[in-house]
């Protein structure tokens, strides 16, 4: 409850990103959180609903990819149908998920291209949003890493084309779409999308470049109340 109550005044907030008037959450390896995840989940839900803070509950979504399986290796199938009835949706964490593809993960040229040739894995049954990455490198920390580098101008085509292909997903109709961009330094990994010395403005330009250039079908949104 103590968590929930910190949260609240950020859910609050006019600038706060919402789904259907839920404020979005996500919960990065969600496994980890073991048996405590369902009932937290339903704690948050029951507050946010009963209080009047929002009636409409949290959207709240997860991370999938190799952690994914790994983190629920041992739970029973029960408890992961359970802890997965939770979610509203999920998305990749794409540098986790390259393992899975070890032809494009070996191949540097290739990985900058990886997200826009590669079909969606979806191992959960709820909604799937879409997502990319900047860069990611953890040689700082394991010299043996491979490091996975983008220039601003490859992941400014990776992305365009990825909203291209969102594009052509004509029955894919959502309330509000989300894109998750994996970037941020944490333990220097080198996933920057912020402005900084060596490439300035260049990736949040791309970024810019994308959104404001990709053609953006007109589709019939359906709201759940």
């Not at 990103?17 to 980890?32: D, E, Q, S, T």
């Not at 330094?185 to 959104?211: G, I, K, R």
Request: proline fraction near 6%; charge should be neutral; hydrophobic fraction near 35%.
């Amino acid at each position: 409850i103590e968590h929930y109550d910190y949260l609240v005044p950020f859910f609050q907030n006019v600038n706060y990103v919402r789904v259907n008037n839920a404020p979005v959450f996500a919960i990065y390896r969600a496994g980890h959180v073991g048996d405590k995840l369902e009932p937290m989940i339903q704690c948050w839900q029951r507050l946010s609903r009963e209080r009047g803070d929002f009636p409409n509950g949290l959207h709240i979504v997860q991370t999938v990819s190799n952690f994914y399986r790994e983190d629920r290796a041992e739970v029973s199938q029960r408890q992961l149908q359970k802890s997965d009835a939770q979610f509203d949706g999920s998305f990749q964490f794409w540098p986790q998920l390259f393992q899975a593809f070890p032809r494009v993960a070996s191949n540097e040229s290739a990985a900058s291209e990886m997200d826009v040739k590669i079909r969606n894995v979806n191992p959960t049954k709820h909604m799937q949003y879409w997502g990319a990455f900047v860069g990611f490198d953890r040689r700082p920390r394991d010299q043996t890493a491979f490091p996975y580098v983008r220039s601003p101008a490859q992941f400014q085509s990776s992305v365009c084309e990825s909203f291209r292909r969102l594009a052509t997903y004509r029955h894919r109709v959502i309330a509000t779409n989300l894109y998750f961009v994996t970037a941020w330094n944490e333990w220097n990994e080198q996933a920057v999308l912020e402005p900084n010395t060596m490439d300035q403005f260049a990736y949040l330009q791309s970024l810019n470049h994308c959104l404001r250039h990709v053609p953006v079908p007109q589709v019939q949104v359906y709201y759940q109340q």
